[in-house]
């Protein structure tokens, strides 16, 4: 009798045992949870789990012979429970509206008991109303593009798509109530309308959904069920043409600016490139830029003489658009030093006449002579002095001025007179005079 109460726990050990081996070498459980949710309530929903075994950087199906999954999902109505390989699937429903929480861990199989090697956790949110969501599209195969990003003065395709992973509205009558911008109102018995927005910026598109339930063999699914839904549109105006503005024709090692003028919606996305060749663009290393206006100036210096091209490429969420505009580059005509060179020549002239003038004018000017008398020191000997001295004769005192004032009777005698008169001590020699 106690070896039959042993028997359970042995086998939980030996399934345990098995699983601690499996998960040796850095090997660990990992336990992903999914859900097809939200919906209505009445309707149901499906909730999948898989474990898997993390090896490192790589993730193993784990062997479904060894593993159990339970699942904890009150207080839901359950429909439907399988399992399959290394997966396991349930389906409930609710009738009330509300977030429930749904969990599920794995044991060893066998061994309900046993510590759970993986757990998670997800949750089911019910609603009371339509679950869906709306969409914007447009047909035009030039700029025809899914999502909220629609191009001005084509028509708009808006849908509604509802969720409903069960069929649980397969048999019911739909009503759909379109509401724009303009307090135009649009009804429907198909989940899509066609507007035409003639203008860019951003609109606002309402929509309420009615839903009539037909009786069936479940009086719980009879009714109306309703929804509401919005969706904002960010309108664009498509790129319709790029101008170019710049010189056609330059010369080389001169700087070019060129003005880019795109005709549509921004913001917008330009790329450019110049080459010897036109190109697409696509894939080429381009000057990308990212503009909130329809202008933009870029410019380019050219190293030499040739032919080029230049590719811009425009696009905004709705449209794309390539120009190519051809530019003929010519070499330089005049290296800069023969710029410098006659400057250098004018200077050189303007100072050369000006020296030629003053030379002139000094050389054509009247002499001023000037008499400057220089006293002429003789440093001989005193003996050597009296001996050139001419006889002295001794005049009296009282005679002396006379015979000065006498002397100056005549101009000429008096000039004589002058120069012959010593300014110096007797035994100096006479003045020289010397014309400047």
């Known amino acids: 009798m106690a070896s039959s109460s042993f028997a359970p726990v042995i086998l939980c050990l030996v399934y345990l045992t098995a699983a601690v081996s499996a998960t040796s070498g850095h090997e660990s459980y990992l336990l992903m949870v999914s859900s097809d949710g939200p919906i209505t309530s009445g309707a149901e929903a499906t909730m999948n789990a898989s474990l898997l075994i993390a090896n490192g950087s790589t993730s193993l199906i784990a062997d479904p012979g060894l593993y159990h999954f339970h699942w904890i999902y009150s207080p839901l109505l359950l429909t439907h429970r399988s399992q ?44 009371r109303g339509i679950v869906g969501h709306l969409a914007a599209s447009q047909a035009d195969g030039r ?77 719980s699914h009879s009714g109306e069920k309703t929804g509401n839904f919005t969706a904002t549109l960010t309108l664009q105006d498509i790129i319709s043409s790029i101008a170019i503005s710049g010189p056609r024709e330059t010369a080389a090692g001169q700087n070019v600016n060129m003005s880019l003028h795109i005709f549509g919606s921004p913001p917008l996305t330009v790329c450019w490139l110049i080459k010897s060749d036109c190109v697409s663009l696509d894939g080429e290393d381009c000057h990308p830029l990212v503009i909130n206006d329809t202008a933009v100036t870029v410019r380019h210096q050219f190293t030499s003489a ?92 009282g005679n002396l001025c006379c015979s000065y004032c006498s002397a100056a009777g005549t101009s000429e005698e008096g000039a ?14 006479p003045l020289r005079s010397y014309t400047l």
């Open 416 to 429: 004589q007179s002058r120069e012959s008169q010593p300014f110096l001590h007797p035994l100096a020699t």
């Open 306 to 397: 040739g032919r080029y091209c230049l590719s811009v490429k425009a696009e905004n969420e709705v449209s794309r658009l390539l120009r190519h505009q051809s530019i003929n580059v010519g070499s330089t005509g005049l290296h800069p030093v023969w710029f410098v060179l006659p400057c250098c020549a004018f200077i050189a002239i303007a100072v050369g006449f000006i020296f030629y003038t003053l030379f002139r004018a000094g050389s054509h000017s009247p002499h001023h002579k000037s008499l400057v008398e220089v006293a002429d020191f003789d440093f001989s000997p005193v003996s050597e002095k009296y001996e050139a001295l001419p006889e002295y004769k001794e005049i009296p005192a």
């Open 143 to 219: 700029h025809g593009r899914e999502g909220f990003f629609v191009a001005t003065n084509s028509a708009v395709t808006l849908s509604f798509l509802i969720h409903d992973p069960s069929n649980f509205f397969k048999s019911a009558t739909f009503t759909y109530t379109w509401t724009f911008d303009d307090r135009t109102t649009v009804m429907t018995s198909d989940p899509l309308v066609l507007h035409n927005y003639s203008s860019p910026g951003v609109s606002r598109v309402s929509l309420h959904v009615t839903a009539r339930l037909h009786d069936g063999e479940q009086q």
């Open 84 to 127: 399959k390989e290394s997966s396991s699937a349930i389906t409930v429903r609710c009738e009330s509206p509300g977030s429930y929480p749904i969990s599920v861990r794995v044991t060893v199989r066998h061994c309900p008991t046993c510590e759970p090697i993986a757990r998670n956790t997800t949750e089911l949110r019910v609603t």
